[in-house]
């Protein structure tokens, strides 16, 4: 998740006693990662990386069977559903007015 997201916002690390053990909230924000370059994060807050190794991959970077018009359409429709709080992924209804599923493959 972290690759794919970046490091967790504070309030999520607030919501959850367990996330509070491996992720401090100090000296947020943690992620210079731009759209494209994973090798940009920076995972400051990550308490316990010992043993753990994130993924050197992205969105985009997995995606990779899709077409680059589409492509881009998919990794639009897959953000919206990929947040770390909750409240900020689109409900289900919302997602099925998305462009991407109009999309002929």
């Not at 794919?4 to 210079?32: C, M, N, Q, Y």
């Not at 069977?65 to 990929?82: C, H, N, S, W, Y």
């Amino acid at each position: 998740m972290v690759s794919i997201l970046g490091p967790p916002p504070p309030e999520f690390i607030r919501r959850s006693d367990i996330t509070k053990r491996v992720f401090a909230e100090e000296g947020w924000p943690h992620s210079t990662r731009s759209q494209n370059s994973i090798d940009e994060i920076i995972l400051g807050n990550w308490k316990g990386d010992e043993g753990v190794d994130v993924p050197k991959t992205s969105l985009e970077e997995a995606v990779s069977t899709v077409g680059p018009e589409d492509g881009q359409l998919f990794i639009a429709f897959i953000r919206k559903m990929l947040h770390w709080l909750p409240e900020q992924r689109l409900q289900p209804s919302e997602l099925l007015k998305d462009p991407w599923l109009a999309v002929d493959l």
